[in-house]
Every structure is written in structure tokens, then in C-alpha cells.
């Protein structure tokens, strides 16, 4: 296998894992109890509004999840706005496949934990991850 080859998998195995945290509107809806059509509607606003994110496979849109509070009828949490806001402040953080890459990938910032696993329990220390990101992407040594 060259190193092409190599490429594409790892990145097809990332889409895999980050599909695999992620639901269509339809799936989101049942989860909240509500209506597709009110729920695909409400997606789009969040994602409009910079709430939420979304990744597009063979022509399907998900969404994470992870970034909905079960406790508010999954709504965004309330600091997701905040941690995309400041991944989005660099080029390569600007698509939904980067953002899913940067919330199911290991962390050393949190000690080697994923950000979407404590979104819910320690948003501050998340949103301190996505800056360090962001900082270590832009230096000149990053």
C-alpha cells in the first residue's frame, strides 16, 4: 500500500468514527420526542447561528449528538457556539469533517481524553482545548 493509499484510509476510517457519533435529523428527532421536519428545521437555525456543526455523506447531513443537551430537548449546549467559534479562527478548522475530526480525536490538552467525552462535564476545560488548538496551529513551531 503507498502512502496515498495509507491516506485515504485513515481518513475514511476517521469519517467512519465520526459518523458513528453523529445522527441524521430524523434520528436527533426521535431521540427528542419531536416532529423530523421541526427538528431538521431547528439543526438548520443552530448550525446557521454557528450552534452546531454538520458533515455530509453520500448526500445525508448529520449532525453530532454529542453537542445536543439531553436536558434542555436537545438544544446546542450552550458553549458549542464557543468552541466553534474559536476552531473556526484557522483555515484548516473550517469544514464539519475538521471540527468531528477535532471532537472525537485524543487530546493531549485533555490529558488524552476526546472533547465531545466532556463537553457535558467540563465545558470550560474544553473550550480551553479548542484555544490551545488554535494556538499551537497558528505558531510557527505548531
Do not use: C
Not at 1 to 15: V, Y
Not at 108 to 116: A, E, G, I, V
Amino acid at each position: 500500500m503507498n502512502a496515498h493509499e495509507t491516506m485515504a484510509r485513515m481518513q475514511e476510517d476517521l469519517r467512519r468514527v465520526a459518523l458513528g457519533e453523529m445522527s441524521q435529523a430524523h434520528e436527533l428527532a426521535e431521540l427528542a420526542g419531536r416532529g423530523a421536519e421541526e427538528m431538521l428545521s431547528d439543526l438548520k437555525r443552530w448550525k446557521a447561528e454557528g450552534r452546531i456543526f454538520s458533515v455530509e455523506q453520500d448526500g445525508a447531513e448529520y449532525f453530532p449528538f454529542y453537542a445536543l443537551d439531553p436536558g434542555a430537548g436537545y438544544r446546542p449546549y450552550p458553549f458549542m457556539a464557543e468552541v466553534i467559534r474559536i476552531l473556526y479562527q484557522t483555515e484548516g478548522w473550517s469544514s464539519g469533517w475538521a471540527l468531528a475530526a477535532w471532537f472525537i480525536g485524543l487530546n493531549s490538552f485533555l490529558d488524552d481524553q476526546r472533547p465531545l467525552d466532556l463537553l457535558a462535564l467540563d465545558p470550560e476545560w474544553v473550550i480551553e482545548a479548542a484555544r490551545d488548538a488554535v494556538e499551537t496551529e497558528q505558531s510557527p513551531h505548531g
